[in-house]
């Protein structure tokens, strides 16, 4: 068993809380946060809205206490894909202080395909974030969310609350969940196509998806977002495969999807999931892909890789130009 004392001497310590009422989840959290504020330690809070108020009501001052940040993660970790990214800033801003990170990635309401980028993240956050002076608590709802998004937390985090204690997990098995969400993606046989071949073919691509964005509907901000996904998904096929990027666009209820597939192998699954700075032209590329799309699902294999980005349909408010 790992008490709060030895948790000062350990690097990254991720761990997740299975709550099953609101006094339990209010009880642990306030504690865990509060004894890193006593402990002069970044603290990051990142749950639902509703969540913050009440966390805000149980903390006590009306404004946060320095070295607090809450975030709504509904917003920031729409994409679980980029939450790692904010993760990795906020322990940076904080290099010489040790830092707790509180996040719900999996609140109920998830879709299923976005329960599967959560628990990704979580298996793929032990490696990133090893090394690093950062205490992770992740909160999983156990009396509102499915028994296998349950048993995936117990398999992705090697600690787990119980009784207010941590305690080390048994079910822990973080590689085998990665081979698990590794999992071909549903295409559309509607789709519309766009081969990409070589650096002359991106202009014309970039102007078949505004077509395809306007007959649609998408909004200009939309089309925007469009032309920079697909460029930089084709743009990375071309850099690092021998062959040609098939893009592809169809509307998905209210998501507008743009899937890129190729003959690579995407061997590094933590690539445009954290900020690579000015270096490395392909991570900036997925990384922009991340932060701008509302999920990003990828399978591969060694004969080639596809990758999903979902962007929020939201309607133009008049003609398109």
Not at 161 to 178: M, T
Not at 188 to 210: E, H, I, M, Q
Request: aromatic share 8%; hydrophobic share 40%.
């Amino acid at each position: 068993m790992t008490t709060g004392t030895e948790i000062g001497q350990l690097g990254f310590v991720h761990s997740a809380l299975i709550y099953q009422s609101q006094h339990e989840y209010l009880d642990v959290v306030t504690r865990f946060v509060s004894e890193g504020l006593a402990m002069d330690e970044a603290v990051l809070v990142a749950v639902p809205s509703d969540r913050l108020a009440l966390l805000r009501d149980a903390l006590g001052p009306s404004e946060a206490p320095a070295g607090l940040q809450l975030v709504d993660i509904t917003e920031a970790g729409r994409n679980p894909s980029r939450f790692m990214a904010m993760e990795g800033s906020f322990v940076d801003d904080h290099p010489d202080r040790r830092a707790r990170i509180v996040s719900q990635l999996a609140w109920p309401g998830r879709t299923q395909q976005e329960l599967v980028a959560c628990v990704e993240h979580e298996a793929l956050v032990n490696g990133a974030m090893d090394g690093y002076q950062v205490t992770g608590l992740c909160l999983y709802d156990g009396s509102r969310l499915d028994a296998d998004v349950l048993a995936d937390a117990r398999a992705t985090h090697p600690l787990l609350w119980r009784g207010g204690a941590l305690q080390h997990s048994a079910d822990y098995a973080p590689d085998a969940v990665l081979r698990r969400c590794n999992r071909p993606l549903p295409g559309n046989p509607g789709a519309v196509t766009y081969t990409v071949r070589k650096s002359a073919d991106l202009s014309p691509a970039r102007s078949f998806a505004v077509n395809y964005a306007g007959w649609i509907g998408l909004s200009q901000d939309g089309v925007e977002d469009l032309q920079l996904v697909a460029t930089e998904l084709a743009s990375n096929s071309l850099m690092y495969t021998d062959g040609a990027c098939e893009l592809a666009f169809w509307r998905d209820d209210e998501y507008l999807v743009c899937e890129a597939r190729d003959t690579g192998c995407f061997e590094d699954p933590l690539v445009g999931r954290l900020d690579p700075g000015p270096c490395g032209p392909a991570s900036r590329g997925l990384y922009l892909v991340n932060a701008i799309s509302d999920l990003v699902r990828t399978h591969t294999t060694p004969s080639g890789t596809t990758i999903q980005a979902y962007l929020r349909f939201e309607p133009s408010s008049g003609p398109t130009g």
